[in-house]
């Protein structure tokens, strides 16, 4: 049991560069999350997929798309980095209730120059 | 809409010192409070939550918080503090979304010998 796993865990893009970031759980769960950590800012999150098929803005959505590609499975791509996007990643699942704490991933460290 | 204010962005205690990390939250519905914290390098674990009943719970490593309703507070405790509790500690409220947690911005807690 992985839990919930991350690639890459590092990444360094030029401004303009597209990535996907890939994010999955093997612990069934519903819902999941994307969030970045900037200091100072606590977690904001980015997107989130209710459940399989589904996905909604979060706080900061500009910059980037989402896709839950099955029930385990929930990558952000970012189009066209920008400086300003240069954080650290974490994706996060649960069972989609407000009872149920959300478990993270390791997190991806991005640096676009 | 529910915000979460963690008071002390750092807070530097000797080893076996007693620790008390604040927070206050605001929601409009009844609230679900958690704790989280984040080794470096590290994604978030869950220390603790509060869903309903006692008001004091307690959580791993011998960490405690004590949810009080008048004064909006899920403040987090630990008697004696060891240099591997060392780490950024997250409050965080769930205001009733089945899917949305708000975070503090973090308390970096720092165990010196």
Known sequence: ?113 | AQSVTQLDSQVPVFEEAPVELRCNYSSSVSVYLFWYVQYPNQGLQLLLKYLSGSTLVKGINGFEAEFNKSQTSFHLRKPSVHISDTAEYFCAVNGGSNYKLTFGKGTLLTVNP
């Open chain 1, 1 to 113: 049991n992985a839990g919930v796993t991350q690639t890459p865990k590092f990444q360094v893009l030029k401004t303009g560069q597209s990535m996907t970031l890939q994010c999955a759980q093997d612990m069934n769960h519903n819902s999941m999350y994307w969030y970045r950590q900037d200091p100072g800012m606590g977690l904001r999150l980015i997107y989130y997929s209710a459940s399989e098929g589904t996905t909604d803005k979060g706080e900061v959505p500009n910059g980037y798309n989402v896709s839950r590609l099955n029930k385990r499975e929930f990558s952000l791509r970012l189009e066209s980095a920008a400086p300003s996007q240069t954080s650290v990643y974490f994706c996060a699942s649960n069972l989609g209730t407000v009872y149920n704490e959300q478990f993270f991933g390791p997190g991806t460290r991005l640096t676009v120059l």
